[in-house]
Nanobody, 126 residues
């Protein structure tokens, strides 16, 4: 069974930083593309960043370029999202996603994501 478990969310002031983690199990992590998405009530879920299995291909949404960094450690089956210089508009529930599957499939930057974590809340507020 595929499992994706996010952690690291919380409340942070504008300009602050957070590091999200996604622990993966139930599939061959080192052979699977991964991504981060976020959702705010009243808006559609949006792609934030994605990373190829060997980390050679990385994409960011324009809204986070230069502030967020996606990475992965295939020896630990874990993906990360380092978020710096956070802004109030970054407030959302952040989801870890894996390529494949068919549940709530979302196509973004050339990949279809169908495995999802439960989400972690990030709130940026003073």
């Amino acid at each position: 069974e595929v499992q994706l478990v996010e952690s690291g969310g919380g409340l942070v002031q504008p300009g602050g930083s957070l590091r999200l983690s996604c622990a993966a199990s139930g599939f061959i992590f080192s052979a699977t593309g991964m991504g981060w998405f976020r959702h705010t009530p009243g808006k559609e879920r949006e792609g934030v960043a994605r990373i190829s299995p060997n980390s050679t291909i990385i994409y960011y949404d324009d809204s986070v370029k230069g502030r967020f960094t996606i990475s992965r450690d295939n020896t630990k089956n874990t993906m990360y999202l380092q978020m710096d210089n956070l802004k109030p508009e970054d407030t959302a529930t952040y989801y870890c996603a894996a390529v494949g599957g068919s549940s709530g499939s979302t196509y973004w930057r050339g990949q279809t994501f169908g495995y999802w974590g439960q989400g972690t809340q990030v709130t940026v507020s003073s």
